[in-house]
Nanobody
Framework: QVQLVESGGGLAQPGGSLRLSCAASGFSFSNYAMSWSRQPPGKGLEWVSGITDDGDDTYYADSVKGRFTISRDNAKNTVYLQMNSLKPEDTALYVC??????????????????????WGQGTQVTVSS
């Protein structure tokens, strides 16, 4: 069955960095777009970043553009999120999600829940001094 397992979260200081990983199994990873979303404490899910099946195209929410980098290694069935210049407002549960297709039909597709069919349990990121 499809499994998405996130790791790499933890406590970071403001201005610090963390690298999240999402290990995928149970499906042809290289055929699907993947994304990262986050859920801050007491708030709803917020899309953060997405990457097409081949890794050629990446997309970011304005709140993380220039600080976060999404990438994937299709040989390792893993998608990553490099987070630099972390801010306290980045504190959230970060969730990896598998898209239904290899690329988004529009730039707004990343934000639509019905575009995804599987997601992981998440990894907690806390940014605090």
């Amino acid at each position: 069955q499809v499994q998405l397992v996130e790791s790499g979260g933890g406590l970071a200081q403001p201005g610090g960095s963390l690298r999240l990983s999402c290990a995928a199994s149970g499906f042809s990873f290289s055929n699907y777009a993947m994304s990262w979303s986050r859920q801050p404490p007491g708030k709803g899910l917020e899309w953060v970043s997405g990457i097409t099946d081949d890794g050629d195209d990446t997309y970011y929410a304005d709140s993380v553009k220039g600080r976060f980098t999404i990438s994937r290694d299709n040989a390792k069935n893993t998608v990553y999120l490099q987070m630099n210049s972390l801010k306290p407002e980045d504190t959230a549960l970060y969730v990896c999600r598998k898209m239904l297709r290899s690329f988004p039909t529009s730039t707004t597709s990343w934000r639509n829940a019905y575009e995804y069919d599987h997601w992981g349990q998440g990894t907690q990121v806390t940014v605090s001094s």
